[in-house]
Structure formats: structure tokens, C-alpha cells
């Protein structure tokens, strides 16, 4: 392997380029214009435009990615993460190109292309999976057969799924029958995407970070725990995975030795599980590829992951991985606001100052003055933080949260800390470990999970309301000499300075320009007040529309569910400000929009004020893998 292009941006795009560097390969970059003055492109060794503004023309642009191959000539492609990393019509044609692939086989990535097909690998493989029916399922009464026999709640999923998109939970025969309409019906949904699951209540999400090379040699590196998610999308992870039997840890090693040699695995990948609180596992999905949080798994095993996959995409030998060492923490920062349910934003970072010392790593891609573009994931970088035992991680990093600094964009650090002093977490002071995937959301988020709510008809369920947080602003002072910070109300603030900023928006900070585009971050209780007079309802972000949940000529009430919206690999979820009848819908499943864009219209004429109505099931929801 002489050059490698990364087929890839961001950190785990520099990621690459840093152990190819060490390794004397040489390294060519692929940047759309928004990523032009990126670190990764700045250091590799040749770095080439991609013309255009969304991912399609850009990062999944198979065919100009293979020209580029030849330009540059490139013996060998790494795809990273996400993208084109697990399409095998594209690892085909870097192959057919004389270029080597950095993964699996592409019969490898057929087989474990979908859910469904990885199921089949799994019962061939003799690894106990979810019950389910490994088909897609398009009638009702076999979709209810199967909830009476396993019981509720269950789960719909997407054969495409991944990353916790395409998940809808169903609780009674009347939701199942509203989902079966809604994808029947109500919009031309497909119904032959989905295949059923029972939903596994109070399940960790464990799974190993494996390899195996062209000579059958097998390892898993690491165990990891991956169970603290939002919407089935990890947030934080740790290796080795903690208070684990030895029982269910010779289980997982096993079943993902037998899941890699099922399909002749060559390379790295993950293998994912789902383990109940008696010490059952269940197989969940194969990731034929690095993940985000191969980082905790280099940390705790002292190997570098990367090097590993170039080896074994050379035909060379995989290192044995000696027993873990110590215990890892991998944080995602990411520009998302946990004060509105870890939504994902955008904007310009103002002020940016990593944490340092012993046992801290930063894998990051962005720098100060760098814009987080609302076209591309959220994620910045990962702090991984390492120390000799779970314990002293647990205290490195709430000291490596105390020095972190981000401004301009919101991040979950603040949500991070509160999480690291809580003992169902951290397991101290004789508390036991008593987490699991929906955990995150049901103590800290909102109350129902919203992916819970996925494509339910918009009488099922409304969401749940945030309590208002007034504004303030904080100061560094001094009293009689000693430093001190001191919270404002920013009212006050505001009336002693005179300043302007947050007139007319109720003291929210509006967001950062974006491209030369100017201040777009009025209000919300602003833009809702607007809607809930005129009836034009507007995206409230740059996203894909993923399901209408309304009927033109359909009477909704405040608070019911219109439309479903897609961005950054996070679901958000548009709501009636009023109630009203629905005059126009202006988008299609698959569409894209654009920040202000209309989805829906309603008549709200004849329409008076109206109070959200109550949710019929206010209890708590059970938990799930």
C-alpha cells in the first residue's frame, strides 16, 4: 500500500491521515467546499474538491470518488465511518478500479448489508438474536399473531436502519393498527421496509470491537459498553464493558467469532448485543467498519485500530490483543443543546480549549473560528479519558469537563457532568450500575422518549413540555480577592448596559452567522407564536422529511404530530402551535427542505385557542435496548 485516499471528512477523516503518516503511506483527502480549510486537508498529502452542497454530490458521490482514485492514484481507499463505509456496490468499485478496499468483502457488507440478512447470518451462525420475524411483514394479522405471542411492547424496524433511525415501539393493538395504517395508507409508505422485534425492557448495549485477518486469525481488542444513548444514538461509551459476568463475557467473544467466520469476515468491525439484567444475550447487528468509539478500545488494548486495518487490508497478520489495560471513557461532543433535548444546532465556534494532562485524549476535527455547518454531522471530536480502573476514569474525567471550554455552539457538556455525578452511573458509594438505553432519556431528557414516538399517529401522543428556563449570563469577579463567578438574570444585565441583544426574543442568544447568511435564531416561543396566527408551519431547520403524519383536510389539535423531520441522524418532530384543519402539505416523504421552508399549512380561522391535550399514557415508558 503506497497511497490511500479517505474517502471521508471531519476527525475521523485526520484520524487516518495521522497513522497513515506513521506508517510512510502516503494520504489523499476529499473535501466539499464547507470542509475546505479542515485540519485533515490541510495534512494530507493531496487533497481534492468535491463540487457541490449536499452529501449526495459531495461524500456519496461514488462515481466521482472513483475518478478520483485515478487522478490521484490511489492503491487503496478507507471509507471511515458512516457514508459509503458498509455499501458494498461501492467497495465493488474501488476493487474494480485495482484499488484496495480498507473493510470486508463486499459479499461480506450483502450479507450484513441490512438487518434482515444479518439475522439470517446469525440464526446460520447459531447466535441467539431478539425474537422477531426476520422478514419483512405486510399483514396485520401476522403482526398481531406476533404480538400476542411475545407480548408488548414491540418494535418496527427498518431493514435500512441504523444509528436508531427507523425504530417505532408499539405498545397496544391500537397503535400497531394506526402504525400498519400510516404505512399502508396515510402516505404511500412501504410497509415491506419493516420486519418486527420484541422490545427487550432494561437491556444494556454491549458490544466487541473484533478483527480478523486473510489467515482466519480472530481477536476481539475490547469489550464496550455503548448503553448511554438519545434516540438510539450513543453518547457515551467505556471499555472494557463493566460489570460483566464471565459467563456472558465468554459469550460474546464466542458469537462474534462465529458471526465473523459465518461470512469469511476479513477486517475489522463491531459486533453489537444486547444483555439483559439475568445475563442474557441477544445478537442486535454486525457494523462491517470502524466505529466512533474504537478509541476506548485502543486506549484499554494499547493498539492502534487504524494501523490494525491497514495491516489486514495489505494480507498481513492482525495483532493479538493482550488484556485490557485499565479503563476508557469516550464523551461526543457534539454541537447539540440538552436544553432542548440534545437538538442538534450549528454555528461558529467563539472560543475552544480542550483538557489536557494524564490519561487525555482529544480526537477532534474542528479548531476556533471553525463553523459547524448545519449540512453535516454535529459531532466535532471526541475526549476519551483513561485511567488505571473505572473509578479513577470516572473522576479524570469529571476534571477534564471542569477544563473544557466551548463557545458559540451549544455541546452536552454540561449534560456530561450531571451524568458523571450521578450514582445509577457511576456505580459508587455501594450504588449499583442501573443503566440502560433509555435511561438518558427518561431521567434527564424528555419524559416520553421521542423515538418512541417515531411515525405514531398524531392522536398517540404529544410532547412532553420543557420547563422555561429564564436567561442569565455569567461573570467572573473578584471579592475582597478572591475569584468568584456570579449569575446575572439577563434582564438586568440588559438594563444596565442598555444592550439590544435579546430584545424581542425573550433573552435567547441568538445563533451564530452561518455562510454570510445572518442571525436566523429568533425564538422559538417567537416563530410558534407566528405559526399559531398565520397556519403556515415552517421547517425549523435544514433537514429530510421522513413521514407526514396529517391528511390534507384533516382536523388536528394543538400539539398533535405533522410532520417528521430528519437531520444530522436525528429525528426532530414538528407539532400543531393551534388547532386547525390542514389546507395544503407542500413536501413528500424524502424531500429535502430548507430552514423557513412550509411543510403544512392549516386554517386556523375558525379555530379559537386551545389547550394541548393531555397524553392518554402519562406513566413512564419501559425501557429498551
Same mark, same amino acid.
Given at each position: 500500500m503506497r497511497k490511500l485516499l479517505i474517502a471521508n471528512r471531519g476527525e475521523i477523516a485526520l484520524r487516518v491521515v495521522r497513522t497513515a503518516r506513521e506508517m510512510g503511506i502516503a494520504t489523499v483527502a476529499v473535501y466539499a467546499e464547507q470542509d475546505r480549510d479542515a485540519q485533515y486537508v490541510q495534512m494530507a498529502d493531496e487533497a481534492y474538491l468535491l463540487p457541490g452542497d449536499t452529501?449526495?454530490?459531495?461524500?456519496?458521490?461514488?462515481?466521482?470518488?472513483?475518478?478520483?482514485?485515478?487522478?490521484?492514484?490511489?492503491?487503496?481507499?478507507?471509507?471511515?465511518?458512516?457514508?459509503?463505509?458498509?455499501?458494498?456496490?461501492?467497495?465493488?468499485?474501488?476493487?474494480?478500479?485495482?484499488?484496495?478496499?480498507?473493510?470486508?468483502?463486499?459479499?461480506?457488507?450483502?450479507?450484513? $448489508?441490512?438487518? *434482515? /440478512?444479518?439475522? &439470517?447470518?446469525?440464526?446460520?451462525?447459531?447466535?441467539?438474536?431478539?425474537?422477531?420475524? %426476520?422478514?419483512?411483514?405486510?399483514?396485520?394479522?401476522?403482526?398481531?399473531?406476533?404480538?400476542?405471542?411475545?407480548?408488548?411492547?414491540?418494535?418496527?424496524?427498518?431493514?435500512?436502519?441504523?444509528? $436508531?433511525?427507523? *425504530? /417505532?415501539?408499539? &405498545?397496544?393493538?391500537?397503535e400497531l393498527r394506526g402504525f400498519y395504517l400510516n404505512?399502508? %395508507?396515510?402516505q404511500g409508505g412501504d410497509l415491506k421496509e419493516y420486519f418486527v422485534e420484541k422490545f427487550i425492557d432494561r437491556a444494556r448495549h454491549v458490544e466487541t470491537?473484533?478483527?480478523?485477518?486473510?489467515?482466519?486469525?480472530? /481477536?476481539?481488542?475490547?469489550?464496550?459498553?455503548?448503553?448511554?444513548?438519545?434516540?438510539?444514538?450513543?453518547?457515551?461509551?467505556?471499555?472494557?464493558?463493566?460489570?460483566?459476568t464471565e459467563d456472558v463475557r465468554r459469550q460474546l467473544v464466542g458469537y462474534s467469532r462465529h458471526l465473523f467466520e459465518q461470512v469469511d469476515y476479513v477486517g475489522l468491525g463491531t459486533c453489537e448485543f444486547m444483555v439483559t439484567?439475568?445475563?442474557?444475550?441477544?445478537?442486535?447487528?454486525?457494523?462491517?467498519?470502524?466505529?466512533?468509539?474504537?478509541?476506548?478500545?485502543?486506549e484499554v488494548s494499547g493498539l492502534d485500530l487504524v494501523r490494525e486495518q491497514l495491516v489486514i487490508?495489505?494480507?498481513?497478520?492482525?495483532?493479538?490483543?493482550?488484556?485490557?489495560?485499565?479503563?476508557?471513557?469516550?464523551?461526543?461532543?457534539?454541537?447539540?443543546?440538552?436544553?432542548?433535548?440534545?437538538?442538534?444546532?450549528?454555528?461558529?465556534?467563539?472560543?475552544?480549549?480542550?483538557?489536557?494532562g494524564p490519561g487525555i485524549r482529544i480526537?477532534?476535527?474542528?479548531?476556533?473560528?471553525?463553523?459547524?455547518?448545519?449540512?453535516?454531522?454535529?459531532?466535532?471530536?471526541?475526549?476519551?479519558?483513561?485511567?488505571q480502573d473505572r473509578e479513577a476514569a470516572v473522576a479524570r474525567v469529571r476534571r477534564a469537563l471542569r477544563e473544557l471550554r466551548i463557545e458559540g455552539v451549544p455541546t452536552p457538556a454540561s449534560l456530561f457532568a450531571r451524568i458523571f455525578a450521578d450514582d445509577a452511573f457511576t456505580a459508587e458509594h455501594g450504588h449499583p450500575f442501573d443503566v440502560s438505553t433509555k435511561w438518558l432519556e427518561r431521567t434527564y431528557l424528555n419524559r416520553r422518549p421521542q423515538a418512541l414516538n417515531t411515525g405514531q399517529p398524531a392522536s398517540l401522543?404529544?410532547?412532553?413540555a420543557e420547563p422555561e428556563r429564564p436567561a442569565s449570563e455569567t461573570f467572573v469577579i473578584e471579592v475582597d480577592d478572591r475569584r468568584v463567578k456570579l449569575t446575572v438574570p439577563q434582564e438586568i444585565v440588559d438594563g444596565l448596559t442598555g444592550s439590544p441583544r435579546f430584545q424581542g426574543v425573550g433573552g435567547r442568544r441568538p445563533t451564530q452567522p452561518l455562510r454570510g447568511s445572518g442571525l436566523h435564531g429568533a425564538d422559538p416561543a417567537v416563530r410558534r407564536g407566528d405559526e399559531a396566527k398565520s397556519g403556515v408551519i415552517a421547517s425549523p431547520m435544514q433537514a429530510v422529511v421522513t413521514r407526514i403524519n396529517v391528511a390534507e383536510g384533516e382536523s388536528v389539535a394543538k400539539g398533535d404530530l405533522l410532520v417528521v423531520l430528519e437531520s444530522m441522524k436525528m429525528e426532530n418532530y414538528v407539532y400543531a402551535p393551534v388547532k386547525g384543519t390542514v389546507t395544503k402539505i407542500f413536501v413528500s416523504p424524502g424531500d429535502g427542505v430548507e430552514a423557513g421552508a412550509t411543510l403544512v399549512t392549516l386554517d386556523v380561522t375558525a379555530s379559537g385557542p386551545a389547550s394541548a391535550p393531555e397524553p392518554k399514557d402519562a406513566s413512564e415508558p419501559k425501557e429498551a435496548a
Open positions: 452529501y449526495r454530490d459531495t461524500y456519496l458521490n461514488e462515481d466521482l470518488l472513483i475518478d478520483l482514485v485515478h487522478r490521484s492514484g490511489a492503491d487503496a481507499v478507507h471509507p471511515g465511518y458512516g457514508f459509503l463505509s458498509e455499501v458494498a456496490e461501492f467497495a465493488a468499485k474501488v476493487k474494480d478500479a485495482g484499488a484496495k478496499w480498507v473493510g470486508p468483502d463486499p459479499k461480506a457488507l450483502t450479507d450484513l $448489508g441490512d438487518k *434482515i /440478512t444479518a439475522k &439470517r447470518v446469525a440464526r446460520a451462525a447459531r447466535v441467539p438474536a431478539v425474537p422477531g420475524i %426476520a422478514e419483512p411483514v405486510t399483514e396485520i394479522r401476522t403482526l398481531l399473531d406476533f404480538a400476542h405471542t411475545h407480548g408488548y411492547p414491540i418494535m418496527m424496524k427498518r431493514t435500512d436502519g441504523g444509528g $436508531g433511525h427507523g *425504530i /417505532t415501539v408499539v &405498545r397496544n393493538d391500537d404505512h399502508d %395508507a396515510l470491537q473484533s478483527g480478523r485477518d486473510s489467515h482466519g486469525n480472530f /481477536t476481539v481488542y475490547s469489550t464496550r459498553d455503548c448503553t448511554v444513548q438519545r434516540r438510539n444514538q450513543k453518547l457515551i461509551e467505556e471499555a472494557p464493558a463493566p460489570f460483566l439484567p439475568t445475563g442474557k444475550v441477544y445478537f442486535l447487528e454486525v457494523n462491517p467498519r470502524l466505529q466512533v468509539e474504537h478509541t476506548v478500545s485502543e487490508a495489505d494480507g498481513g497478520t492482525l495483532t493479538e490483543a493482550p488484556a485490557p489495560r485499565g479503563h476508557s471513557f469516550e464523551l461526543r461532543i457534539t454541537c447539540e443543546d440538552p436544553a432542548t433535548n440534545l437538538t442538534p444546532s450549528s454555528g461558529t465556534i467563539t472560543a475552544l480549549s480542550w483538557p489536557s480526537d477532534s476535527g474542528v479548531e476556533e473560528g471553525d463553523t459547524v455547518s448545519p449540512k453535516f454531522d454535529s459531532m466535532m471530536g471526541k475526549l476519551v479519558v483513561t485511567a401522543g404529544t410532547p412532553a
